[in-house]
């Protein structure tokens, strides 16, 4: 493991501190010299690519210092390891975060512009590395650099999808897909380790046999090894010298060519295996929530688990022999059960490769392990059909099953005669097919089980977990997700930051229950009216924006009303176009209606396969269409399907908003983190009680809030009772007129039969209660427009929002991690 060459600096451990400067003149040479000597250009031939590269470069030079002083760490017996096991991380663009958290932003701009460029154009060059669907991958991107923040050593673990989420464009009304091309130019962030890398078995079977001492063997003769390659990626907490580390796994092929079919002179059978290899890690499945049973997303979920996992245990023995400790080396969280295979594997690498016991093996696997649920949504919940598993990873099964016996032995010990309970948490599923339930395999193989807001916590310990809740409650807790004020505000609301630390002082960013500070300026004039300034600046931003990407001119006056996430039918953008063709209605019928103008803007990808999601975004396109080029609601009601709703985009949208759109189906939506990015930046939310909704409520105050809609019981009775959609329909005229419309082919040139599926999904199913809300919803609604109209009291509610969001800094969220689960001491903020 350790082939470390010894020369005479090898006794050095700090590095050689070749002084890299972080001045202007000093930032200036370096990027001319990355110009020269990594770029291989002129100054005079150069592209905007060019210099964005070795701008790139230069910051991450002097990020190396940091980071192989913080990589030192790992070999520190006395830290335990923070590891962050994701198959996502929507990471967002580095250049700009980076150079924030470093301190080096100034300088940057500066020599940047000595050299006639402007930094604002080298950091639109940066293409994203998207490498996750929504919410669960961004807040894994946000646990990075609060961990790089509060100093703690950890390693997020993931896959280096050479494409990620698709690109969205908007054809005709439709969402396309194209690929998303993020390596074409290269990576400046990211370096290779060739050197770390590991084979990964699949396929085949087992044999057992007796060695010379008569112990039982077991071999595992796979039909392929694939190697899995380490890409490192330096991740900069906030002024904490410290930079995290982002270590993602390519799959290549053990040898580039299989000499035999070779020499045989199979060209093309020899090239295959290579290809087959590298496609593990090609691209990115575009599902944000339900299961696919796909056996080559199966494959990238062990390949990556299975490298991480022999990575950590080589880093455990650099530390101790012993792999009973391998609890106090690590604490591993699994990121929902995308990782659940951990558990298996771990199991394995510890009895099969390293000669533990079976029972020092399940101890120390469950101590390492965590499982953070994201969803509720049944149908979202993991389950491998059991052939396709068995066919990929028949050691893995052999390993399930006996976890799985000796499991359900303490079931029925403590359930005696509980069939029905035991048939449910069986870690295999019989009821039809037969299959592998991930969650309960990620649940058997923690020691602590944890959901993402106080509500979804509540649900989860009710429902889908409720039998391994009553089992082991003490397993289970709650940590109520955060985002980072580094990034999503910092960074993407430069105006707003500037302005509250001119107020209260600069402490907000690492110590967010300071903006509480804030409060009293909520009643200084002259505060509110930079306050509106920001904030209005931030609108005409965007407005150009929209303008450019759709073609569609905005008001920047208007009331920015935004919904921004994947597009779900439990997130309900159909129930925010309800109200928009009510509103469009009203205007028509009465052309003197007192309704403030609005902008509604959205955003967000539709998995590829999901047809009633797609057809949302058909609608919305369709209905901007209609509405906006009506001479009657002209400067009043403006509809904008903002394309390719990103990192990138969300930040450059979330500072512009008035009004946060948080409009789920009570119950549903886990925790949501845009409610927090909205709040943050200022826009006030009009939500149902859902996910961290509800917390949000509790901390800004209900006054400054805008709720609405059945709550989690009343959905809940409401189902019971059995719901008629088609009543509400029936019973409420504006609801009929809206729906009526959309039936009628008015937003699709007479074409009735476009938006049938979706009409009559909500007529005769309406799964997520849209119907049951919409009146609720429209009422709120009118409460929004009459509190925008006093827009002095508006901007009071919008700075109390913003002081009083501390608790939904990731900061928070990542301390409840290290003392509710992980076990790892917090340590006292950068410099002290
Ligand atoms: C939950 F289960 C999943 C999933 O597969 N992908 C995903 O993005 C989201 N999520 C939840 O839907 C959000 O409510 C939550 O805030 C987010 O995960 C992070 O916890």
Not at 358 to 383: F, G
Not at 455 to 481: I, R, S, W
């Amino acid at each position: 493991a350790n082939n470390t060459v010894k020369t005479a600096a090898s006794s050095q451990t700090q590095g050689h501190n070749p002084r890299r400067g972080v001045g202007t003149a000093a930032m200036n040479r370096a990027i001319l010299d990355h110009l020269h000597f990594t770029m291989a250009r002129l100054p005079a031939l150069a592209s905007r690519n060019d210099w964005y590269m070795a701008l790139s470069h230069a910051v991450r030079d002097r990020m190396l210092d940091d980071w192989l002083a913080s990589l030192h760490h790992f070999r520190n017996k006395e830290l335990k390891v923070v590891s962050y096991l994701s198959a996502e991380f929507l990471l967002g663009p580095h250049l700009g975060n980076n150079l924030i958290n470093t301190g080096m932003w100034d300088a940057a701009r500066d020599a940047v512009e000595s050299l006639g460029l402007t930094l604002e154009d080298l950091l639109r060059q940066e293409e994203e590395p998207g490498l996750g669907n929504g919410g669960l991958g961004r807040l894994a991107a946000c646990y990075l650099d609060s961990l790089a923040t509060l100093r703690i050593p950890s390693i997020g673990y993931g896959i280096r999808y050479e494409f990620g989420i698709f690109d969205q464009l908007i054809r005709d009304g439709w969402q396309v897909e194209t690929a998303d091309k993020w390596l074409k130019f290269g990576n400046p962030w990211e370096i290779c380790r060739s050197e770390i890398a590991y084979e990964v078995k699949m396929g085949g079977h087992t044999e057992y046999h007796h060695d010379a001492d008569g112990r039982l063997a077991i071999a595992w003769l796979p039909v392929k090894v694939i190697k899995g390659v380490a890409y490192d990626t330096p991740i900069a907490g906030y002024r904490s010298r410290i930079t995290g580390l982002l270590r993602l796994w390519k799959s290549e092929a053990v040898e580039s060519f299989n000499f035999q079919a070779f020499n045989a002179g199979e060209y093309y059978h020899a090239v295959d295996e290579k290809v087959v290899s590298e496609s593990i890690t090609k691209v990115l499945y575009p599902n944000d929530e339900p299961g696919v049973g796909k056996l080559l997303r199966l494959a990238q979920q062990y390949f990556f688990v299975s490298c991480s996992l022999q990575d950590m245990i080589r880093v455990h023995l650099l530390r101790s022999p012993r792999l009973e400790e391998f609890d106090q080396t690590f604490a591993v969280q699994m990121n929902d059960t995308h990782p659940s295979l951990a558990v298996a594997e771990l199991m394995r690498l510890l009895v099969d490769e390293h000669g533990l016991g079976w029972d020092a093996a399940w101890k120390v696997t469950r101590s390492t392990m965590a499982y953070t649920n994201h969803t509720l949504l049944p149908e979202a919940l993991e389950k491998w059909p059991l052939q396709l598993f068995a066919n990929l990873l028949p050691r893995h099964l052999e390993i399930v099953y006996e976890i799985n016996r000796r499991f359900l032995d303490e079931v029925s010990q403590a359930y005696p005669g509980d069939q029905a309970r035991l048939a449910r948490m069986s870690l295999i599923e019989e009821t039809g097919g037969k299959f592998v339930r991930m969650a309960n395999l990620a649940s058997v193989g923690s020691h602590a089980i944890n959901g993402v807001a106080h509500l979804h916590t509540e649900l989860l310990k009710e429902t889908v977990l409720a039998d391994f809740y009553q089992m082991t409650p003490g397993k289970f807790c709650n940590v109520t997700n955060g985002v980072t004020p580094r990034r999503w505000v910092l960074l993407s609301n430069p105006g707003l930051a500037r302005l509250i630390s001119e107020s209260i002082g600069e402490e907000w960013v690492t110590a967010p229950e300071k903006l509480r500070k804030l409060e009293r300026f909520a009643s200084d004039p002259s505060f509110l009216s930079a306050w509106r300034w920001v904030k209005d600046a931030n609108k005409r931003a965007l407005a150009a924006t929209i303008l450019e990407r759709t073609g569609v001119t905005v008001d920047p006056e208007s009331l920015f009303d935004i919904q921004v996430k994947r597009i779900h039918e439990y997130k309900r953008q159909h129930l925010n176009l309800l109200h928009i063709l009510t509103l469009y209605h009203r205007i028509k019928r009465d052309p003197g209606a007192q309704i403030p103008p609005r902008t509604f803007i959205f955003g967000g990808k539709a998995a590829p396969g999901y047809f009633m999601a797609k057809l949302i975004i058909k609608l919305i396109n369709s209905v901007a269409e209609v509405v906006n080029t009506d001479p009657e609601v002209a400067g009043r009601l403006k509809v904008v399907f903002f394309p390719d709703f990103n990192v990138t985009n969300g930040q450059l949208i979330y500072p512009a908003a008035d009004l946060s759109e948080q409009i789920s189906t009570s119950g549903k939506e886990a925790s949501g983190t845009g409610n927090m990015k909205f709040s943050l930046n200022g826009a006030l939310t009009i939500g149902t009680l859902d996910g961290a909704n509800v917390e949000i409520r509790e901390e800004v105050g209900e006054e400054n809030f805008f709720l609405f809609g059945l709550n989690a019981t009343e959905v809940q009775a409401l189902k019971k009772s059995g719901y008629h959609p088609g009543r509400f329909y029936e019973e409420d005229g504006e609801l009929r007129e809206a729906i009526d419309a959309v039936r009628s082919g008015l937003f699709s040139h007479g074409d009735a039969g476009l938006f049938q599926p979706l009409v009559d999904h909500l007529l005769y199913d309406d799964e997520y209660l849209a119907l049951a809300d919409y009146r609720s919803y429209l009422e709120c609604q009118e409460r929004v427009s009459t509190a925008f109209r006093q827009r002095e009291l508006w901007s009071v509610k919008s700075v109390l929002n913003v002081a009083r969001m501390g608790k939904f800094s990731s900061d928070r969220s990542i301390r409840e991690y290290c003392e509710k689960i992980w076990k790892v001491p917090i340590r006292p903020p950068f410099p002290h």
